[in-house]
């Protein structure tokens, strides 16, 4: 079965850096994998989806790439602030079950200090 | 509402007790889903209803779980005999579609907060 891991727990970095965070999956290379953030106590907030065939995608200050080689994605926020502090959900599809329904890794909460 | 919207927000029970927790997706939205997320962890699936059937309840951890959508749009969550283990952070989410290999975003309620003493 498709299992997903993403690189730390916690992230720490100094406002004005670039953010880097990591998704790796262990099994078959799904279609498309998608990006969300999560405050605490509130829902997942989709961000991002990148599909197989696209190396790399661009929103604002975030960026995402797909490596089907490698199994694995890397989300970025670059000039990162404050108010980005929150904790980042990669997710596939899952074929191994029916339609529709994701695999979410246990995300990474990033902290940027001022 | 111009979001996913699930009531209660949070709810506390006794063990063994009877729950019901509300979901109401986003207008048109013919896809619905229910994760279930506990802390530190990631959402994890439970059951996807395509219109008013469940496409897919491979999730549910047994038995004592249950979820309608009659009229294809507002979804229930059932749970019967609660047990200390079913606190958790329960997560609805609706898409325009969910057919396989869709690539749609989901989007997602603020979630009930279940809390079983």
């Known amino acids: 079965s498709q299992k997903i891991e993403q690189n730390s727990e916690a992230l720490n970095i100094q406002e004005g850096k670039t953010a880097t965070l990591t998704c790796n999956y262990t099994?078959?290379?799904?279609?498309?994998l998608q990006w969300y953030r999560q405050d605490p106590g509130r829902g997942p907030v989709f961000l991002l989806l990148i599909r197989e065939n696209e190396k790399e995608k661009r929103k604002e200050r975030l960026k995402v790439t797909f490596d089907t080689t490698l199994k694995q994605s890397l989300f970025h926020i670059t000039a990162s602030q404050p108010a980005d502090s929150a904790t980042y959900l990669c997710a596939l599809p899952n074929y191994g079950g029916s339609q529709g329904n994701l695999i979410f890794g246990k995300g990474t909460k990033l902290s940027v200090k001022p | 509402g111009a979001g996913v919207s699930q009531t209660p927000s949070n709810k506390v029970t006794e063990k063994g007790k009877y729950v019901e927790l509300r979901c109401d997706p986003i207008?048109?939205?013919?896809?619905l889903y229910w994760y279930r997320q506990s802390l530190g962890q990631g959402p994890e699936f439970l059951i996807y209803?395509?219109?008013?059937?469940?496409?897919?309840d491979s999730g549910l951890p047994n038995d004592r779980f249950f979820a309608v959508r009659p009229e294809g749009s507002v979804s229930t969550l059932k749970i019967q005999r609660t047990e200390r283990g079913d606190s958790a952070m329960y997560l609805c989410?609706?898409?325009?579609?969910?057919?396989?290999?869709?690539?749609?975003?989901?989007?997602f309620g603020d979630g009930t907060r279940l809390s079983i003493l």
């Open positions: 099994n078959y290379s799904p279609a498309y």
């Open positions: 989410a609706s898409s325009p579609a969910g057919f396989w290999g869709s690539n749609q975003p989901q989007h």
């Open positions: 207008s048109g939205h013919t896809a």
């Open positions: 209803f395509q219109g008013t059937g469940a496409a897919d």
